[in-house]
């Protein structure tokens, strides 16, 4: 099957940097991504939805200005979380969606993000 | 605007033991609908999906789910667990055909030895 990477896996950031998550199709083309957010034992959000080579459509409440999606490629998408705080700790999960792949998307094991 | 409700947040079942997990959605008309099931630590993983044709749909790991339009529901079942089942699982909506998938709030299930 469809195989979504996600990288770091986990990452501890200080309060006021950058962070950049890469999630990544490995054995197919991914014309659409999205990002979900997922706290503690809560269900995922969906944050944003990237298309290749195209501005990403965020949802709304989250602010595009601090959560930076850049879709370059049709293996690849980042999440770059800026001037990072503490409320901004969550499990990140990444889906990708290929074409013709019948409304399935493969999700990433997903990055735990802790801001201290 | 489409929801997902899982009314139960958690489950505890006997090992072998049957299982149903239950999921309604709001829509006017017929989603696309999932479950998916979370493991400690780990990414999603799809379960089964319904887009249309025969009600019962069958999935991965002996599970199945039966789609009713009557009751706006879609839920979960599987006639026996295991101990590994123990997992969050998440059913989930798209009904807008702009592939954005809605979830419901999750139902953890514990397992009994």
């Known amino acids: 099957g469809a195989v979504v990477s996600q990288h770091p896996s986990w990452v501890i950031c200080k309060s006021g940097t950058s962070v950049k998550i890469e999630c990544r199709s490995l054995?197919?083309?991914?014309?659409?991504m999205f990002w979900y957010r997922q706290f503690p034992k809560q269900s995922l959000m969906l944050m944003a939805t990237?298309?290749?080579?195209?501005?990403?459509?965020?949802e709304q409440g989250v602010e595009k200005d601090k959560f930076l999606i850049n879709h370059a490629s049709l293996t690849l998408s980042t999440l770059t979380v800026t001037s990072a705080h503490p409320e901004d700790s969550s499990f990140y999960i990444c889906?990708?969606?290929?074409?013709?792949?019948?409304?399935?998307?493969?999700f990433g094991p997903g990055t735990r993000l802790t801001v201290t | 605007a489409q929801s997902v409700t899982q009314p139960d947040i958690h489950i505890t079942v006997s090992e072998g033991a049957s299982l149903e997990l239950r999921c309604n959605y709001s829509?006017?008309?017929?989603?696309?609908l999932f479950w998916y099931v979370q493991s400690p630590g780990q990414g999603l993983q799809l379960l089964l999906k319904?887009?249309?044709?025969?009600?019962l749909v069958q999935g991965i790991k002996g599970f199945e789910a039966e789609f009713k339009r009557s009751q706006s529901s879609f839920n979960l079942r599987k006639p026996s667990v295991h101990w590994s089942d123990a997992a969050e699982y998440f059913c989930?909506?798209?009904?807008?055909?702009?592939?954005?998938?809605?979830f419901g709030k999750g139902t953890r299930l514990h397992i009994l030895p």
């Open positions: 990237s298309n290749e080579g195209s501005k990403a459509t965020y």
């Open positions: 889906s990708a969606l290929g074409q013709g792949m019948n409304y399935e998307q493969y």
């Open positions: 829509y006017g008309a017929t989603p696309y």
């Open positions: 319904y887009f249309s044709g025969d009600t």
């Open positions: 054995d197919f083309q991914a014309t659409t």
């Open positions: 989930a909506v798209e009904g807008n055909r702009d592939d954005k998938i809605i």
